[in-house]
């Protein structure tokens, strides 16, 4: 396991200035949420970033996923639009478009997966019609992963998208998520699984569902949360209890990165980080034992 860290949390920060700031503190992994001024792919410094970021990588020797979270970078009037399962087809396909260029960038910088979620109904269509749009979409993006491949000259190994449930989206749990994945079976579909999203939904003991779902975990989200209350709280703030979880990750072999998720916290950025960073490397230590 490695500990990370995602950018949403430094949205103040200059990228460069950013991931050396996550480097310095001790840091081994980097979510990055493409975003306005970070790396956008609809901005014309787009090559650019990339290429910045790639060498900023390479040069502090951390790996990344690539997160596709951002609130307004597709539509600035309403969070997270447009989505797989937005009722305009034309809106689906820019979401498609974008997800095939994060594609594009997690390749190019050797991630580990590409992190997405479903969206939220907002026009009434029922559930046979939201999973069709989903589906649909959904295969579109996966088969652009299995042709573009996983990073490495000649690698023929499908990009892993990671799925991650969110609260309040259309497939916002387990069991939803489990609908999923027997509609789409595809092996590349993976899962981003978020340990404060288990805990508010009533999903516990968290290291169960580790357990159950780890052949298929490629990334992990972490904060502190309420049950009940979809709000990620700095460390120490909220009701989890962080040992069991650690120890779950180790027992099914999870090598992947455990990334900070702080979104609202971007305004004290460097001591969030650290606070975070102080609280569970000794977790993480205990447990890569």
């Not at 820019?94 to 910088?109: G, K, N, P, S």
């Not at 990334?259 to 606070?275: F, K, N, T």
Request: hydrophobic letters at 40%; charged letters at 20%; one cysteine or more.
């Amino acid at each position: 396991m490695l500990l990370g860290y995602n950018t949403n949390g430094l949205a103040h920060h200059h990228p460069r200035d950013a991931v050396e700031l996550l480097a310095r503190i001790g840091y081994r992994s980097v979510a990055i949420t493409l975003d306005h001024g970070l790396v956008n792919p609809f901005s014309a410094a787009f090559p650019r970033q990339l290429a910045e970021m790639h060498s900023l990588l390479d040069q502090h020797g951390m790996r990344s996923v690539v997160e596709t979270g951002a609130r307004f970078l597709l539509n600035p009037h309403i969070k997270h639009e447009p989505t797989l399962i937005s009722a305009d087809p034309e809106a689906r396909e820019q979401r498609i478009w974008f997800l095939e260029r994060a594609v594009d960038v997690a390749r190019e910088l050797g991630s580990d997966c590409v992190s997405l979620w479903s969206g939220v109904p907002r026009d009434g269509a029922g559930d046979e019609q939201l999973f069709e749009r989903l589906a649909t979409g959904l295969t579109r993006v996966l088969d652009y992963a299995a042709g573009k491949g996983a990073a490495g000259a000649g690698s023929k190994r499908p990009m892993a998208i990671g799925f991650e449930p969110e609260p309040g989206m259309f497939i916002d749990t387990m069991p939803r998520y489990r609908q999923l994945i027997e509609r789409l079976p595809a092996e590349h579909l993976r899962l981003t699984l978020d340990v404060g999203h288990l805990h508010c939904q009533g999903e516990v003991p968290i290291a169960d569902q580790i357990r159950e779902w780890g052949s298929r975990l490629a990334n992990v989200h972490i904060e502190d949360m309420r049950a009940g209350v979809h709000e990620h709280l700095m460390f120490g703030e909220g009701e989890i209890d962080f040992p069991p979880v650690f120890a779950a990750l180790s027992s099914v072999g999870y090598t992947g990165g455990v990334h900070v998720e702080l979104s609202r916290h971007s305004h004290d950025g460097p001591h969030a980080a650290q606070q975070a960073f102080d609280f569970l490397s000794p977790l993480m230590d205990a447990g890569n034992i």
